[in-house]
């Protein structure tokens, strides 16, 4: 990393031409991935990346650049090169760079690159072999193992030198059972701010088998009726809909730009009273969470909705210049080739008083959904389809036969109106998010819940 007497120099010439607040942010990240079909292994890729990006703000404008030549002439360079996007004189402005130190959140146990790939490989082999021998339907199995370690390093000119170092590990398995001209998939996919000692708190056999029991499962499903019906949407990624068709509205990358559903709604009603929502970057070792966010903030519990009623948005600093807001410490990013913007880190449902067994006793006809796949949304208007992993009929008050071929379409604004229980069984579980600042590692997270109606895809 740069010395903090080249950072405050690249620092002073973002300022030359009247901008009022300039950013460096610097990153090293080491990846280890490891993918394997049936239990040998397909791919194996190991990287690193290095660089760092300049941001200067002049008002309620930004201008962004990045390199991974860190050379301090090529930083001068970049940093007067950006500065000359805006025409004015300098500011008075005069910072002293001091480094934040803090307390790491978030320690990990094991560090990755002190283990062997033959190691990381066997984990993941466990896996594959499980789901494999689960049942004489499952044809193919897809396993990887994924570890990341990155370091960054952010100055500003408010004097401001902050570094965080994030860990993170994750297991995936796709599970493709077959039989006849028939075929599904099962996939699960738990994950971690942490290191190897994630994989002795976890069952690595039992997440490839999670993977294939959902496949067979799906395989001598029936096809899912189609209706508008009580849909209940089981715990853990069951809150990838929450995520998606919310989530994303309450962030001030739309918000700000008028392009969100929730614009305006503060302190309103946009929920059932049952409901209560957060975003909560802090909790220990959780896969999306860190000490700071990427503007170098300390991360935060964020509360967006209480009892129905809209408390907040995630608010990174820009966008809060634009709305009048302080930043939540909502601002993430891929990488030092993004330009960061406000996102999500942990974000769920909170628990309810309800029971699922209550939810599915009192529903007379209806879709239980016990976990979702991906989907689509459009945040400006909340519109959504998501697809069901696996699903099962609900008659007269009993789970009467699972069924495939589920889509759950919706308005998010609307579907939020319409939860009408909240279950006690939080989970969470892991994904990534894509977006304008690029992918990251993001928890959704609910407990089960029930929409009063929903329109359900399937076949007539």
């Known amino acids: 990393m740069l010395e903090k007497a080249q950072l405050h120099e690249i620092l002073e010439a973002c300022l030359s031409s009247g901008g009022d607040h300039a950013e460096i942010f610097e990153e090293r990240k080491v ?220 962030e001030a990358s739309a918000v700000a730009k008028g392009q969100s559903v929730f614009c305006g709604k503060l302190n309103e009603k946009i929920a059932n009273e049952k409901v209560s929502a957060v975003d909560d970057g802090t909790i220990p070792n959780a896969w999306g969470s860190a000490n700071i966010d990427d503007e170098g903030n300390f991360t935060k519990r964020n509360l967006l909705i209480e009892k129905g009623i809209l408390k907040g948005y995630m608010v990174d600093s820009l966008n809060g210049r634009r709305m009048n807001m302080p930043s939540t410490s909502s601002s993430r990013r891929q990488s030092y080739k993004y330009e960061t913007t406000s996102r999500m880190t942990n974000t769920f449902i909170l628990p309810g008083e309800d029971e699922l067994e209550d939810m599915i006793k009192d529903t007379a006809y209806g879709l239980y959904c016990k976990s979702m796949s991906g989907g689509s949304v459009n945040p400006s208007t909340g519109d959504f389809n998501f697809a069901v992993q696996e699903g099962y009929l609900i008659r007269d008050g009993k789970i009467v036969k699972p069924v495939k071929g589920a889509s759950l379409i919706g308005n998010g604004a609307e579907t939020l109106l319409k939860i009408d229980r909240v279950g006690k069984n939080l989970s969470r579980a892991q994904g990534m998010c894509g977006a304008s600042s690029g992918s990251i590692p993001t928890d959704v997270g609910q407990p089960a819940i029930r929409v009063s109606s929903m329109i359900v895809g399937g076949r007539e």
């Open 31 to 250: 990846t280890h991935q490891y993918s394997l079909l049936n239990g040998k292994v397909d791919n194996a890729n190991s990287g690193m990346i290095y660089g760092a990006g300049i941001r200067i703000f002049h008002g309620n404008e930004s201008v962004y650049g990045y390199s991974n030549d860190t050379s301090m002439e090529n930083m001068m360079h970049m940093a007067e090169k950006l500065a000359q996007s805006f025409e004015g004189e300098r500011k008075e402005i005069t910072f002293e760079l001091k480094e934040v130190v803090y307390e790491n959140k978030h320690p990990i146990k094991i560090d990755p690159e002190n283990v062997s790939s033959d190691k990381k490989i066997e984990l993941a082999r466990k896996a594959s072999l499980a789901a494999m021998n689960y049942d004489e339907v499952i044809k193919k199995v897809m396993a990887s193992y994924l570890d990341e370690k990155q370091e960054v390093a952010i100055s500003n000119t408010e004097g401001k030198y902050i570094r965080d170092t994030r860990i993170r590990t994750r297991l995936a398995v796709q599970a493709i059972a077959m039989e006849g001209d028939k075929m599904e998939t099962g996939f699960y996919g738990p994950g971690a701010s942490k290191g190897l000692e994630f994989y002795d708190e976890i069952d690595v056999e039992e997440a490839g088998r999670e993977a294939a029991r959902i496949a067979k499962t799906m395989l001598f499903a029936d096809e899912c009726p189609s209706g508008t019906m009580p849909v209940i949407i089981d715990n853990g990624f069951g809150g990838v809909i929450f995520h998606e068709a919310c989530g994303h509205a309450l």
